[in-house]
């Protein structure tokens, strides 16, 4: 239902590529020398081999940068900047970190989602994203903050959560657990983000105003980055045509509906002496901000949040079911927890390697572009031009033997582990599921601790069952939702 801000850019990626275009991949020598690729002619490009593969995308991506001795390959397609896609842990050290200021979002990017997510910190390079993650890195690093996201957790785990599976238990009847999954993480953004309770969590109910608009926008932008030409968006938004007049309507309401809950928070702040909420929000309107610039933060914060750690989860409880030791081994350390407090559900770590071994084969952003500022040449000796979108495919990245070994399509968790039964340190290059170096998701703590509460509030009193045996379809245009939902049985655990 959701389309989250992180895989738009893809999406026009995959479409562009319907068009026109020819893979080369790389030696590792500076030459960066041809030796593998599809069929290709002229004009048509590999237009061919991508009919062929139009089923199997990411499948196909995944073999070609197998094949590929550096695991980049180079795409030319017609009427669009030369692409480097890479799933070269080095190159994506040296793309994030290493040379991260001449791999900007660029323009393509924050031109397609301008109207939607404005000034927002997900929309911006340079100073004005400087200025606003630091402030919100301090904000994130707060005790209060995170103290404020389990206490919201847990009254949206135990009034709603909770009571809903139960009464599916009860009844008996099919529920799917990617939909709740998903309601549930837009009910906790908000509450987090905006201070606010959607109640999209009771199913009774209809969709929220505001929770439609955000998947009408979403849905637009998604159009804008699937259009073969840009001019065609361009000129739809111009004239106020068709997608475009309609996400102009959906952004509108948007925004008046945050304006208004800033203008309601700024006067319960003023009405309490300056005294702030614990809410996101309210902490940005202390801090001498433009209230635009604040909306646009807080609806980044929104569009982050509200669908990766469902997507997350949906993949690990079906992972689960197919692996029953796995979670037998995450119930005993449930059972070995105190307290669902943040310190606690921190220190689980075999319910983490769980995570981090479901997001590996199954990352909720499949991949993610940057567009060079100048020439450069990348670690496998790729040269990059300027202008060139690079873009490094966090989906194929799990499935490289190189970075995972033979065993890399399996659903191991104990990869997570040393032998001393601690957390490995494993480099955020080979596993960039949160992005790496300064663009590192602020909130990755906190989604671990999301998803660690909700599988220890569902596990510890539920059994969850597929209705359907056979293998769900990965799905990543939609935050690598599940095609179909994740249909299931709950049924009461007998020790819960």
Same mark, same amino acid.
Request: glycine share 6%.
């Given at each position: 239902?959701?389309?989250?801000?992180?895989?738009?850019?893809?999406?026009?990626?995959?479409?562009?590529?319907?068009?026109?275009?020819?893979?080369?991949?790389?030696?590792?020598?500076?030459?960066?020398?041809?030796?593998?690729?599809?069929?290709?002619?002229?004009? &048509?490009?590999?237009?061919?081999?991508?009919?062929? +593969?139009?089923?199997?995308?990411?499948?196909?991506?995944?073999?070609?940068?197998?094949?590929?001795?550096?695991?980049?390959?180079?795409?030319?397609?017609?009427? /669009?900047?030369?692409?480097?896609?890479? /799933?070269?842990?080095?190159?994506?050290?040296?793309?994030?970190?290493?040379?991260?200021?001449?791999?900007?979002?660029?323009?393509?990017?924050?031109?397609?989602?301008?109207?939607?997510?404005?000034?927002? =910190?997900? +929309?911006?390079?340079?100073?004005?994203?400087?200025?606003?993650?630091?402030?919100?890195?301090?904000?994130?690093?707060?005790?209060?903050?995170?103290?404020?996201?389990?206490?919201? #957790? !847990?009254?949206?785990?135990?009034?709603?959560?909770?009571?809903? &599976?139960?009464?599916?238990?009860?009844?008996?009847?099919?529920?799917?657990?990617?939909?709740?999954?998903?309601?549930?993480?837009?009910?906790?953004?908000?509450?987090?983000?905006?201070?606010?309770?959607?109640?999209?969590?009771?199913?009774?109910?209809?969709?929220? @105003?505001?929770?439609?608009?955000?998947?009408?926008?979403?849905?637009?932008?998604?159009?804008?980055?699937?259009?073969?030409?840009?001019?065609?968006?361009?000129?739809?938004?111009?004239?106020? #045509?068709?997608?475009?007049?309609?996400?102009? !309507?959906?952004?509108?309401?948007?925004?008046?509906?945050?304006?208004?809950?800033?203008?309601?928070?700024?006067?319960? =702040?003023? !009405?309490?002496?300056?005294?702030?909420?614990?809410? $996101? #929000?309210?902490?940005?309107?202390?801090?001498?901000?433009?209230?635009?610039?604040?909306?646009?933060?807080?609806?980044?914060?929104?569009?982050?949040?509200?669908?990766?750690?469902?997507?997350?989860?949906?993949?690990?409880?079906?992972?689960?079911?197919?692996?029953? +030791?796995?979670?037998?081994?995450?119930?005993?350390?449930?059972?070995?927890?105190?307290?669902?407090?943040?310190?606690?559900?921190?220190?689980?770590?075999?319910?983490?390697?769980?995570?981090? !071994?479901?997001?590996?084969?199954?990352?909720?952003?499949?991949?993610?572009?940057?567009?060079?500022?100048?020439?450069?040449?990348?670690?496998?000796?790729?040269?990059?031009?300027?202008?060139?979108?690079?873009?490094?495919?966090?989906?194929?990245?799990?499935?490289?033997?190189?970075?995972?070994?033979?065993?890399?399509?399996?659903?191991?968790?104990?990869?997570?582990?040393?032998?001393?039964?601690?957390?490995?340190?494993?480099? @955020?290059?080979?596993?960039?599921?949160?992005?790496?170096?300064?663009?590192?998701? #602020?909130?990755?703590?906190? /989604?671990?601790?999301?998803?660690?509460?909700? $599988?220890?509030?569902?596990?510890?009193?539920?059994? *969850?069952?597929?209705?359907?045996?056979?293998?769900?379809?990965? *799905?990543?245009?939609?935050? /690598?939702?599940?095609?179909?939902?994740?249909?299931?049985?709950?049924?009461?655990?007998?020790?819960?």
């Amino acid at each position: 239902m959701f389309l989250p801000l992180f895989l738009f850019f893809s999406l026009g990626f995959l479409s562009f590529s319907f068009l026109s275009f020819s893979i080369k991949l790389h030696l590792k020598s500076r030459r960066s020398t041809p030796i593998y690729g599809p069929s290709s002619y002229p004009i &048509l490009g590999c237009l061919i081999s991508f009919y062929k +593969n139009r089923h199997r995308l990411l499948d196909w991506y995944t073999d070609l940068l197998s094949k590929s001795p550096t695991q980049t390959i180079l795409v030319h397609r017609f009427g /669009a900047p030369r692409t480097i896609v890479t /799933a070269n842990a080095d190159n994506v050290e040296h793309i994030l970190k290493t040379n991260f200021t001449n791999y900007p979002k660029g323009q393509p990017f924050t031109e397609i989602l301008g109207d939607f997510l404005g000034v927002g =910190i997900f +929309n911006v390079d340079g100073e004005m994203w400087n200025t606003q993650r630091k402030l919100a890195s301090h904000e994130f690093s707060t005790k209060s903050l995170r103290e404020f996201v389990v206490k919201k #957790l !847990e009254e949206e785990v135990e009034t709603r959560l909770i009571p809903l &599976l139960e009464t599916a238990a009860v009844s008996g009847r099919v529920l799917d657990l990617q939909d709740v999954l998903r309601r549930f993480a837009f009910d906790t953004i908000c509450k987090v983000s905006l201070g606010i309770d959607l109640h999209f969590l009771d199913v009774s109910q209809p969709v929220p @105003p505001l929770v439609e608009a955000f998947d009408n926008a979403s849905q637009a932008c998604a159009m804008r980055g699937m259009a073969p030409v840009y001019a065609v968006w361009k000129f739809k938004r111009t004239f106020k #045509l068709g997608s475009e007049s309609k996400l102009k !309507e959906n952004v509108t309401q948007i925004h008046d509906s945050i304006n208004e809950i800033i203008i309601n928070k700024k006067q319960n =702040i003023h !009405e309490n002496g300056g005294e702030k909420n614990s809410d $996101l #929000l309210s902490r940005l309107l202390m801090v001498d901000l433009d209230d635009d610039v604040v909306r646009d933060m807080v609806i980044s914060f929104l569009m982050a949040g509200r669908d990766t750690t469902s997507s997350a989860l949906t993949w690990l409880f079906w992972l689960l079911t197919k692996h029953r +030791n796995a979670e037998t081994e995450i119930l005993d350390e449930i059972m070995s927890i105190k307290a669902m407090k943040y310190d606690e559900l921190k220190e689980m770590k075999y319910t983490h390697a769980c995570l981090c !071994e479901s997001m590996r084969l199954y990352p909720p952003v499949a991949w993610d572009s940057k567009h060079a500022a100048k020439d450069d040449i990348l670690p496998d000796g790729t040269r990059v031009y300027k202008g060139n979108r690079v873009t490094y495919f966090q989906c194929g990245m799990g499935r490289m033997e190189e970075l995972w070994g033979k065993d890399r399509l399996e659903f191991e968790a104990e990869r997570w582990i040393d032998e001393n039964g601690e957390l490995k340190t494993v480099s @955020p290059y080979k596993f960039p599921v949160f992005q790496a170096g300064p663009r590192v998701c #602020l909130g990755k703590d906190m /989604a671990f601790i999301q998803m660690k509460y909700v $599988l220890a509030a569902v596990l510890k009193r539920f059994e *969850v069952t597929p209705v359907n045996v056979d293998k769900p379809i990965f *799905v990543p245009l939609l935050s /690598a939702y599940m095609a179909g939902g994740f249909n299931v049985r709950i049924c009461n655990r007998a020790n819960g």
